[in-house]
């Protein structure tokens, strides 16, 4: 397992899957390690992915000063990384709310970033965020599945003020396309992956200056994709649409059928989406 050393002197470790040119891979959570990632339905057959474990998650170093965890100080752990695998530029795929690194890094690195790949990404970066009438538009286009009673009921219940685990674990279907086998494995292994301690202290209102942000990234001329799920409500297709008009150029896919995690949902079309962007960068 290879590692390195950020500039507070915290080890940090990061995984190589795959062969052909890197891919530098932020995860989401926030604060999940990057086991979740996989092979990222297989796009390790085109691209190395350089899984990177943040700080005080997976296989890396817990840092001293538990500020660290902030999204807009792990910045520095990304270039800290580019520089160690020693890359002029980088391409950049970053899930969920690892899409606020990944915006932040571009917009603090704006010369270093030749492609950004945002996978149903959070962007408070730029200014945007989900909300509750997201979330619940959302959990309306799954009002057919078997288990949509229970799942809404307890939604509810978290709307209403609860924070209880048993209601947090009913309304896991709603982040994945199809509740199968294959999705209640991947969603079970979440607790052991998780520093919800940094979790709590990774997006503060100060992190971010969207302005700032959206006009170092349009000025630098990287290539943007924004992936969306058509079921998923972080964002909503409409939402990562608006996303991707902040960013003159950045292309938008919504993929059928998909939740949150969307190579899992269909890992032809989500491989076929990211490859052809990055061929083209």
């Given amino acids: 397992m290879p590692t390195f ?11 190589l899957v795959g062969e052909g040119e890197p891919l530098l891979c932020l995860p989401g959570g ?12 297989g796009l390790s057959k085109q691209r190395t992915l350089v899984l990177l474990d943040l700080r005080g998650t997976g296989d890396s170093g817990t840092p001293d000063d538990p500020a660290t965890y902030r999204c807009d100080r792990q910045v520095a752990d990304v270039e800290a990384l580019r520089a160690h695998l020693d890359l002029d530029r980088i391409d950049v795929l970053a899930h969920s709310a690892g899409g606020d690194i990944a915006l932040l890094y571009a917009a603090a690195h704006p010369d270093r970033v030749r ?14 965020d989900f909300t509750q009438e997201h979330r ?52 079970a292994l979440d607790v052991s992956q998780t520093n919800m301690e940094a979790a709590e202290l990774y997006a503060p209102d100060d992190a971010y200056s969207p302005a700032e942000a959206r006009s170092a990234i349009a000025g630098s001329g990287a290539r943007v994709l924004i992936l969306a799920g058509e079921l998923d409500s972080g964002p909503l297709p409409r939402v990562a649409e608006a996303m991707a008009e902040l960013l003159p150029g950045a292309e938008l896919a919504v993929q059928p059928g998909a939740g949150h995690f969307p190579w899992l949902d269909d890992p032809a079309y989500f491989t076929r989406t990211v490859e052809t962007f990055l061929h083209s960068c």
């Fill in 5 to 15: 050393t950020a500039v507070d002197g915290t080890e940090l470790a990061y995984h």
């Fill in 30 to 41: 926030a604060m999940r390690a990057s086991a979740y990632l996989g092979d990222l339905g």
């Fill in 115 to 128: 492609s950004l790949t945002l996978i149903t990404p959070r962007a408070r970066a730029l200014g945007i």
């Fill in 136 to 187: 619940r538009e959302a959990v309306a286009l799954r009002a057919g599945e078997p288990w949509f009673t229970d799942a809404y009921d307890a939604y509810e219940r978290i709307w209403g003020g609860s924070d209880a685990d048993a209601d947090w674990d009913a309304v896991v279907p709603f982040f994945y396309g199809r509740w199968d086998a294959a999705a209640q494995a991947h969603a």
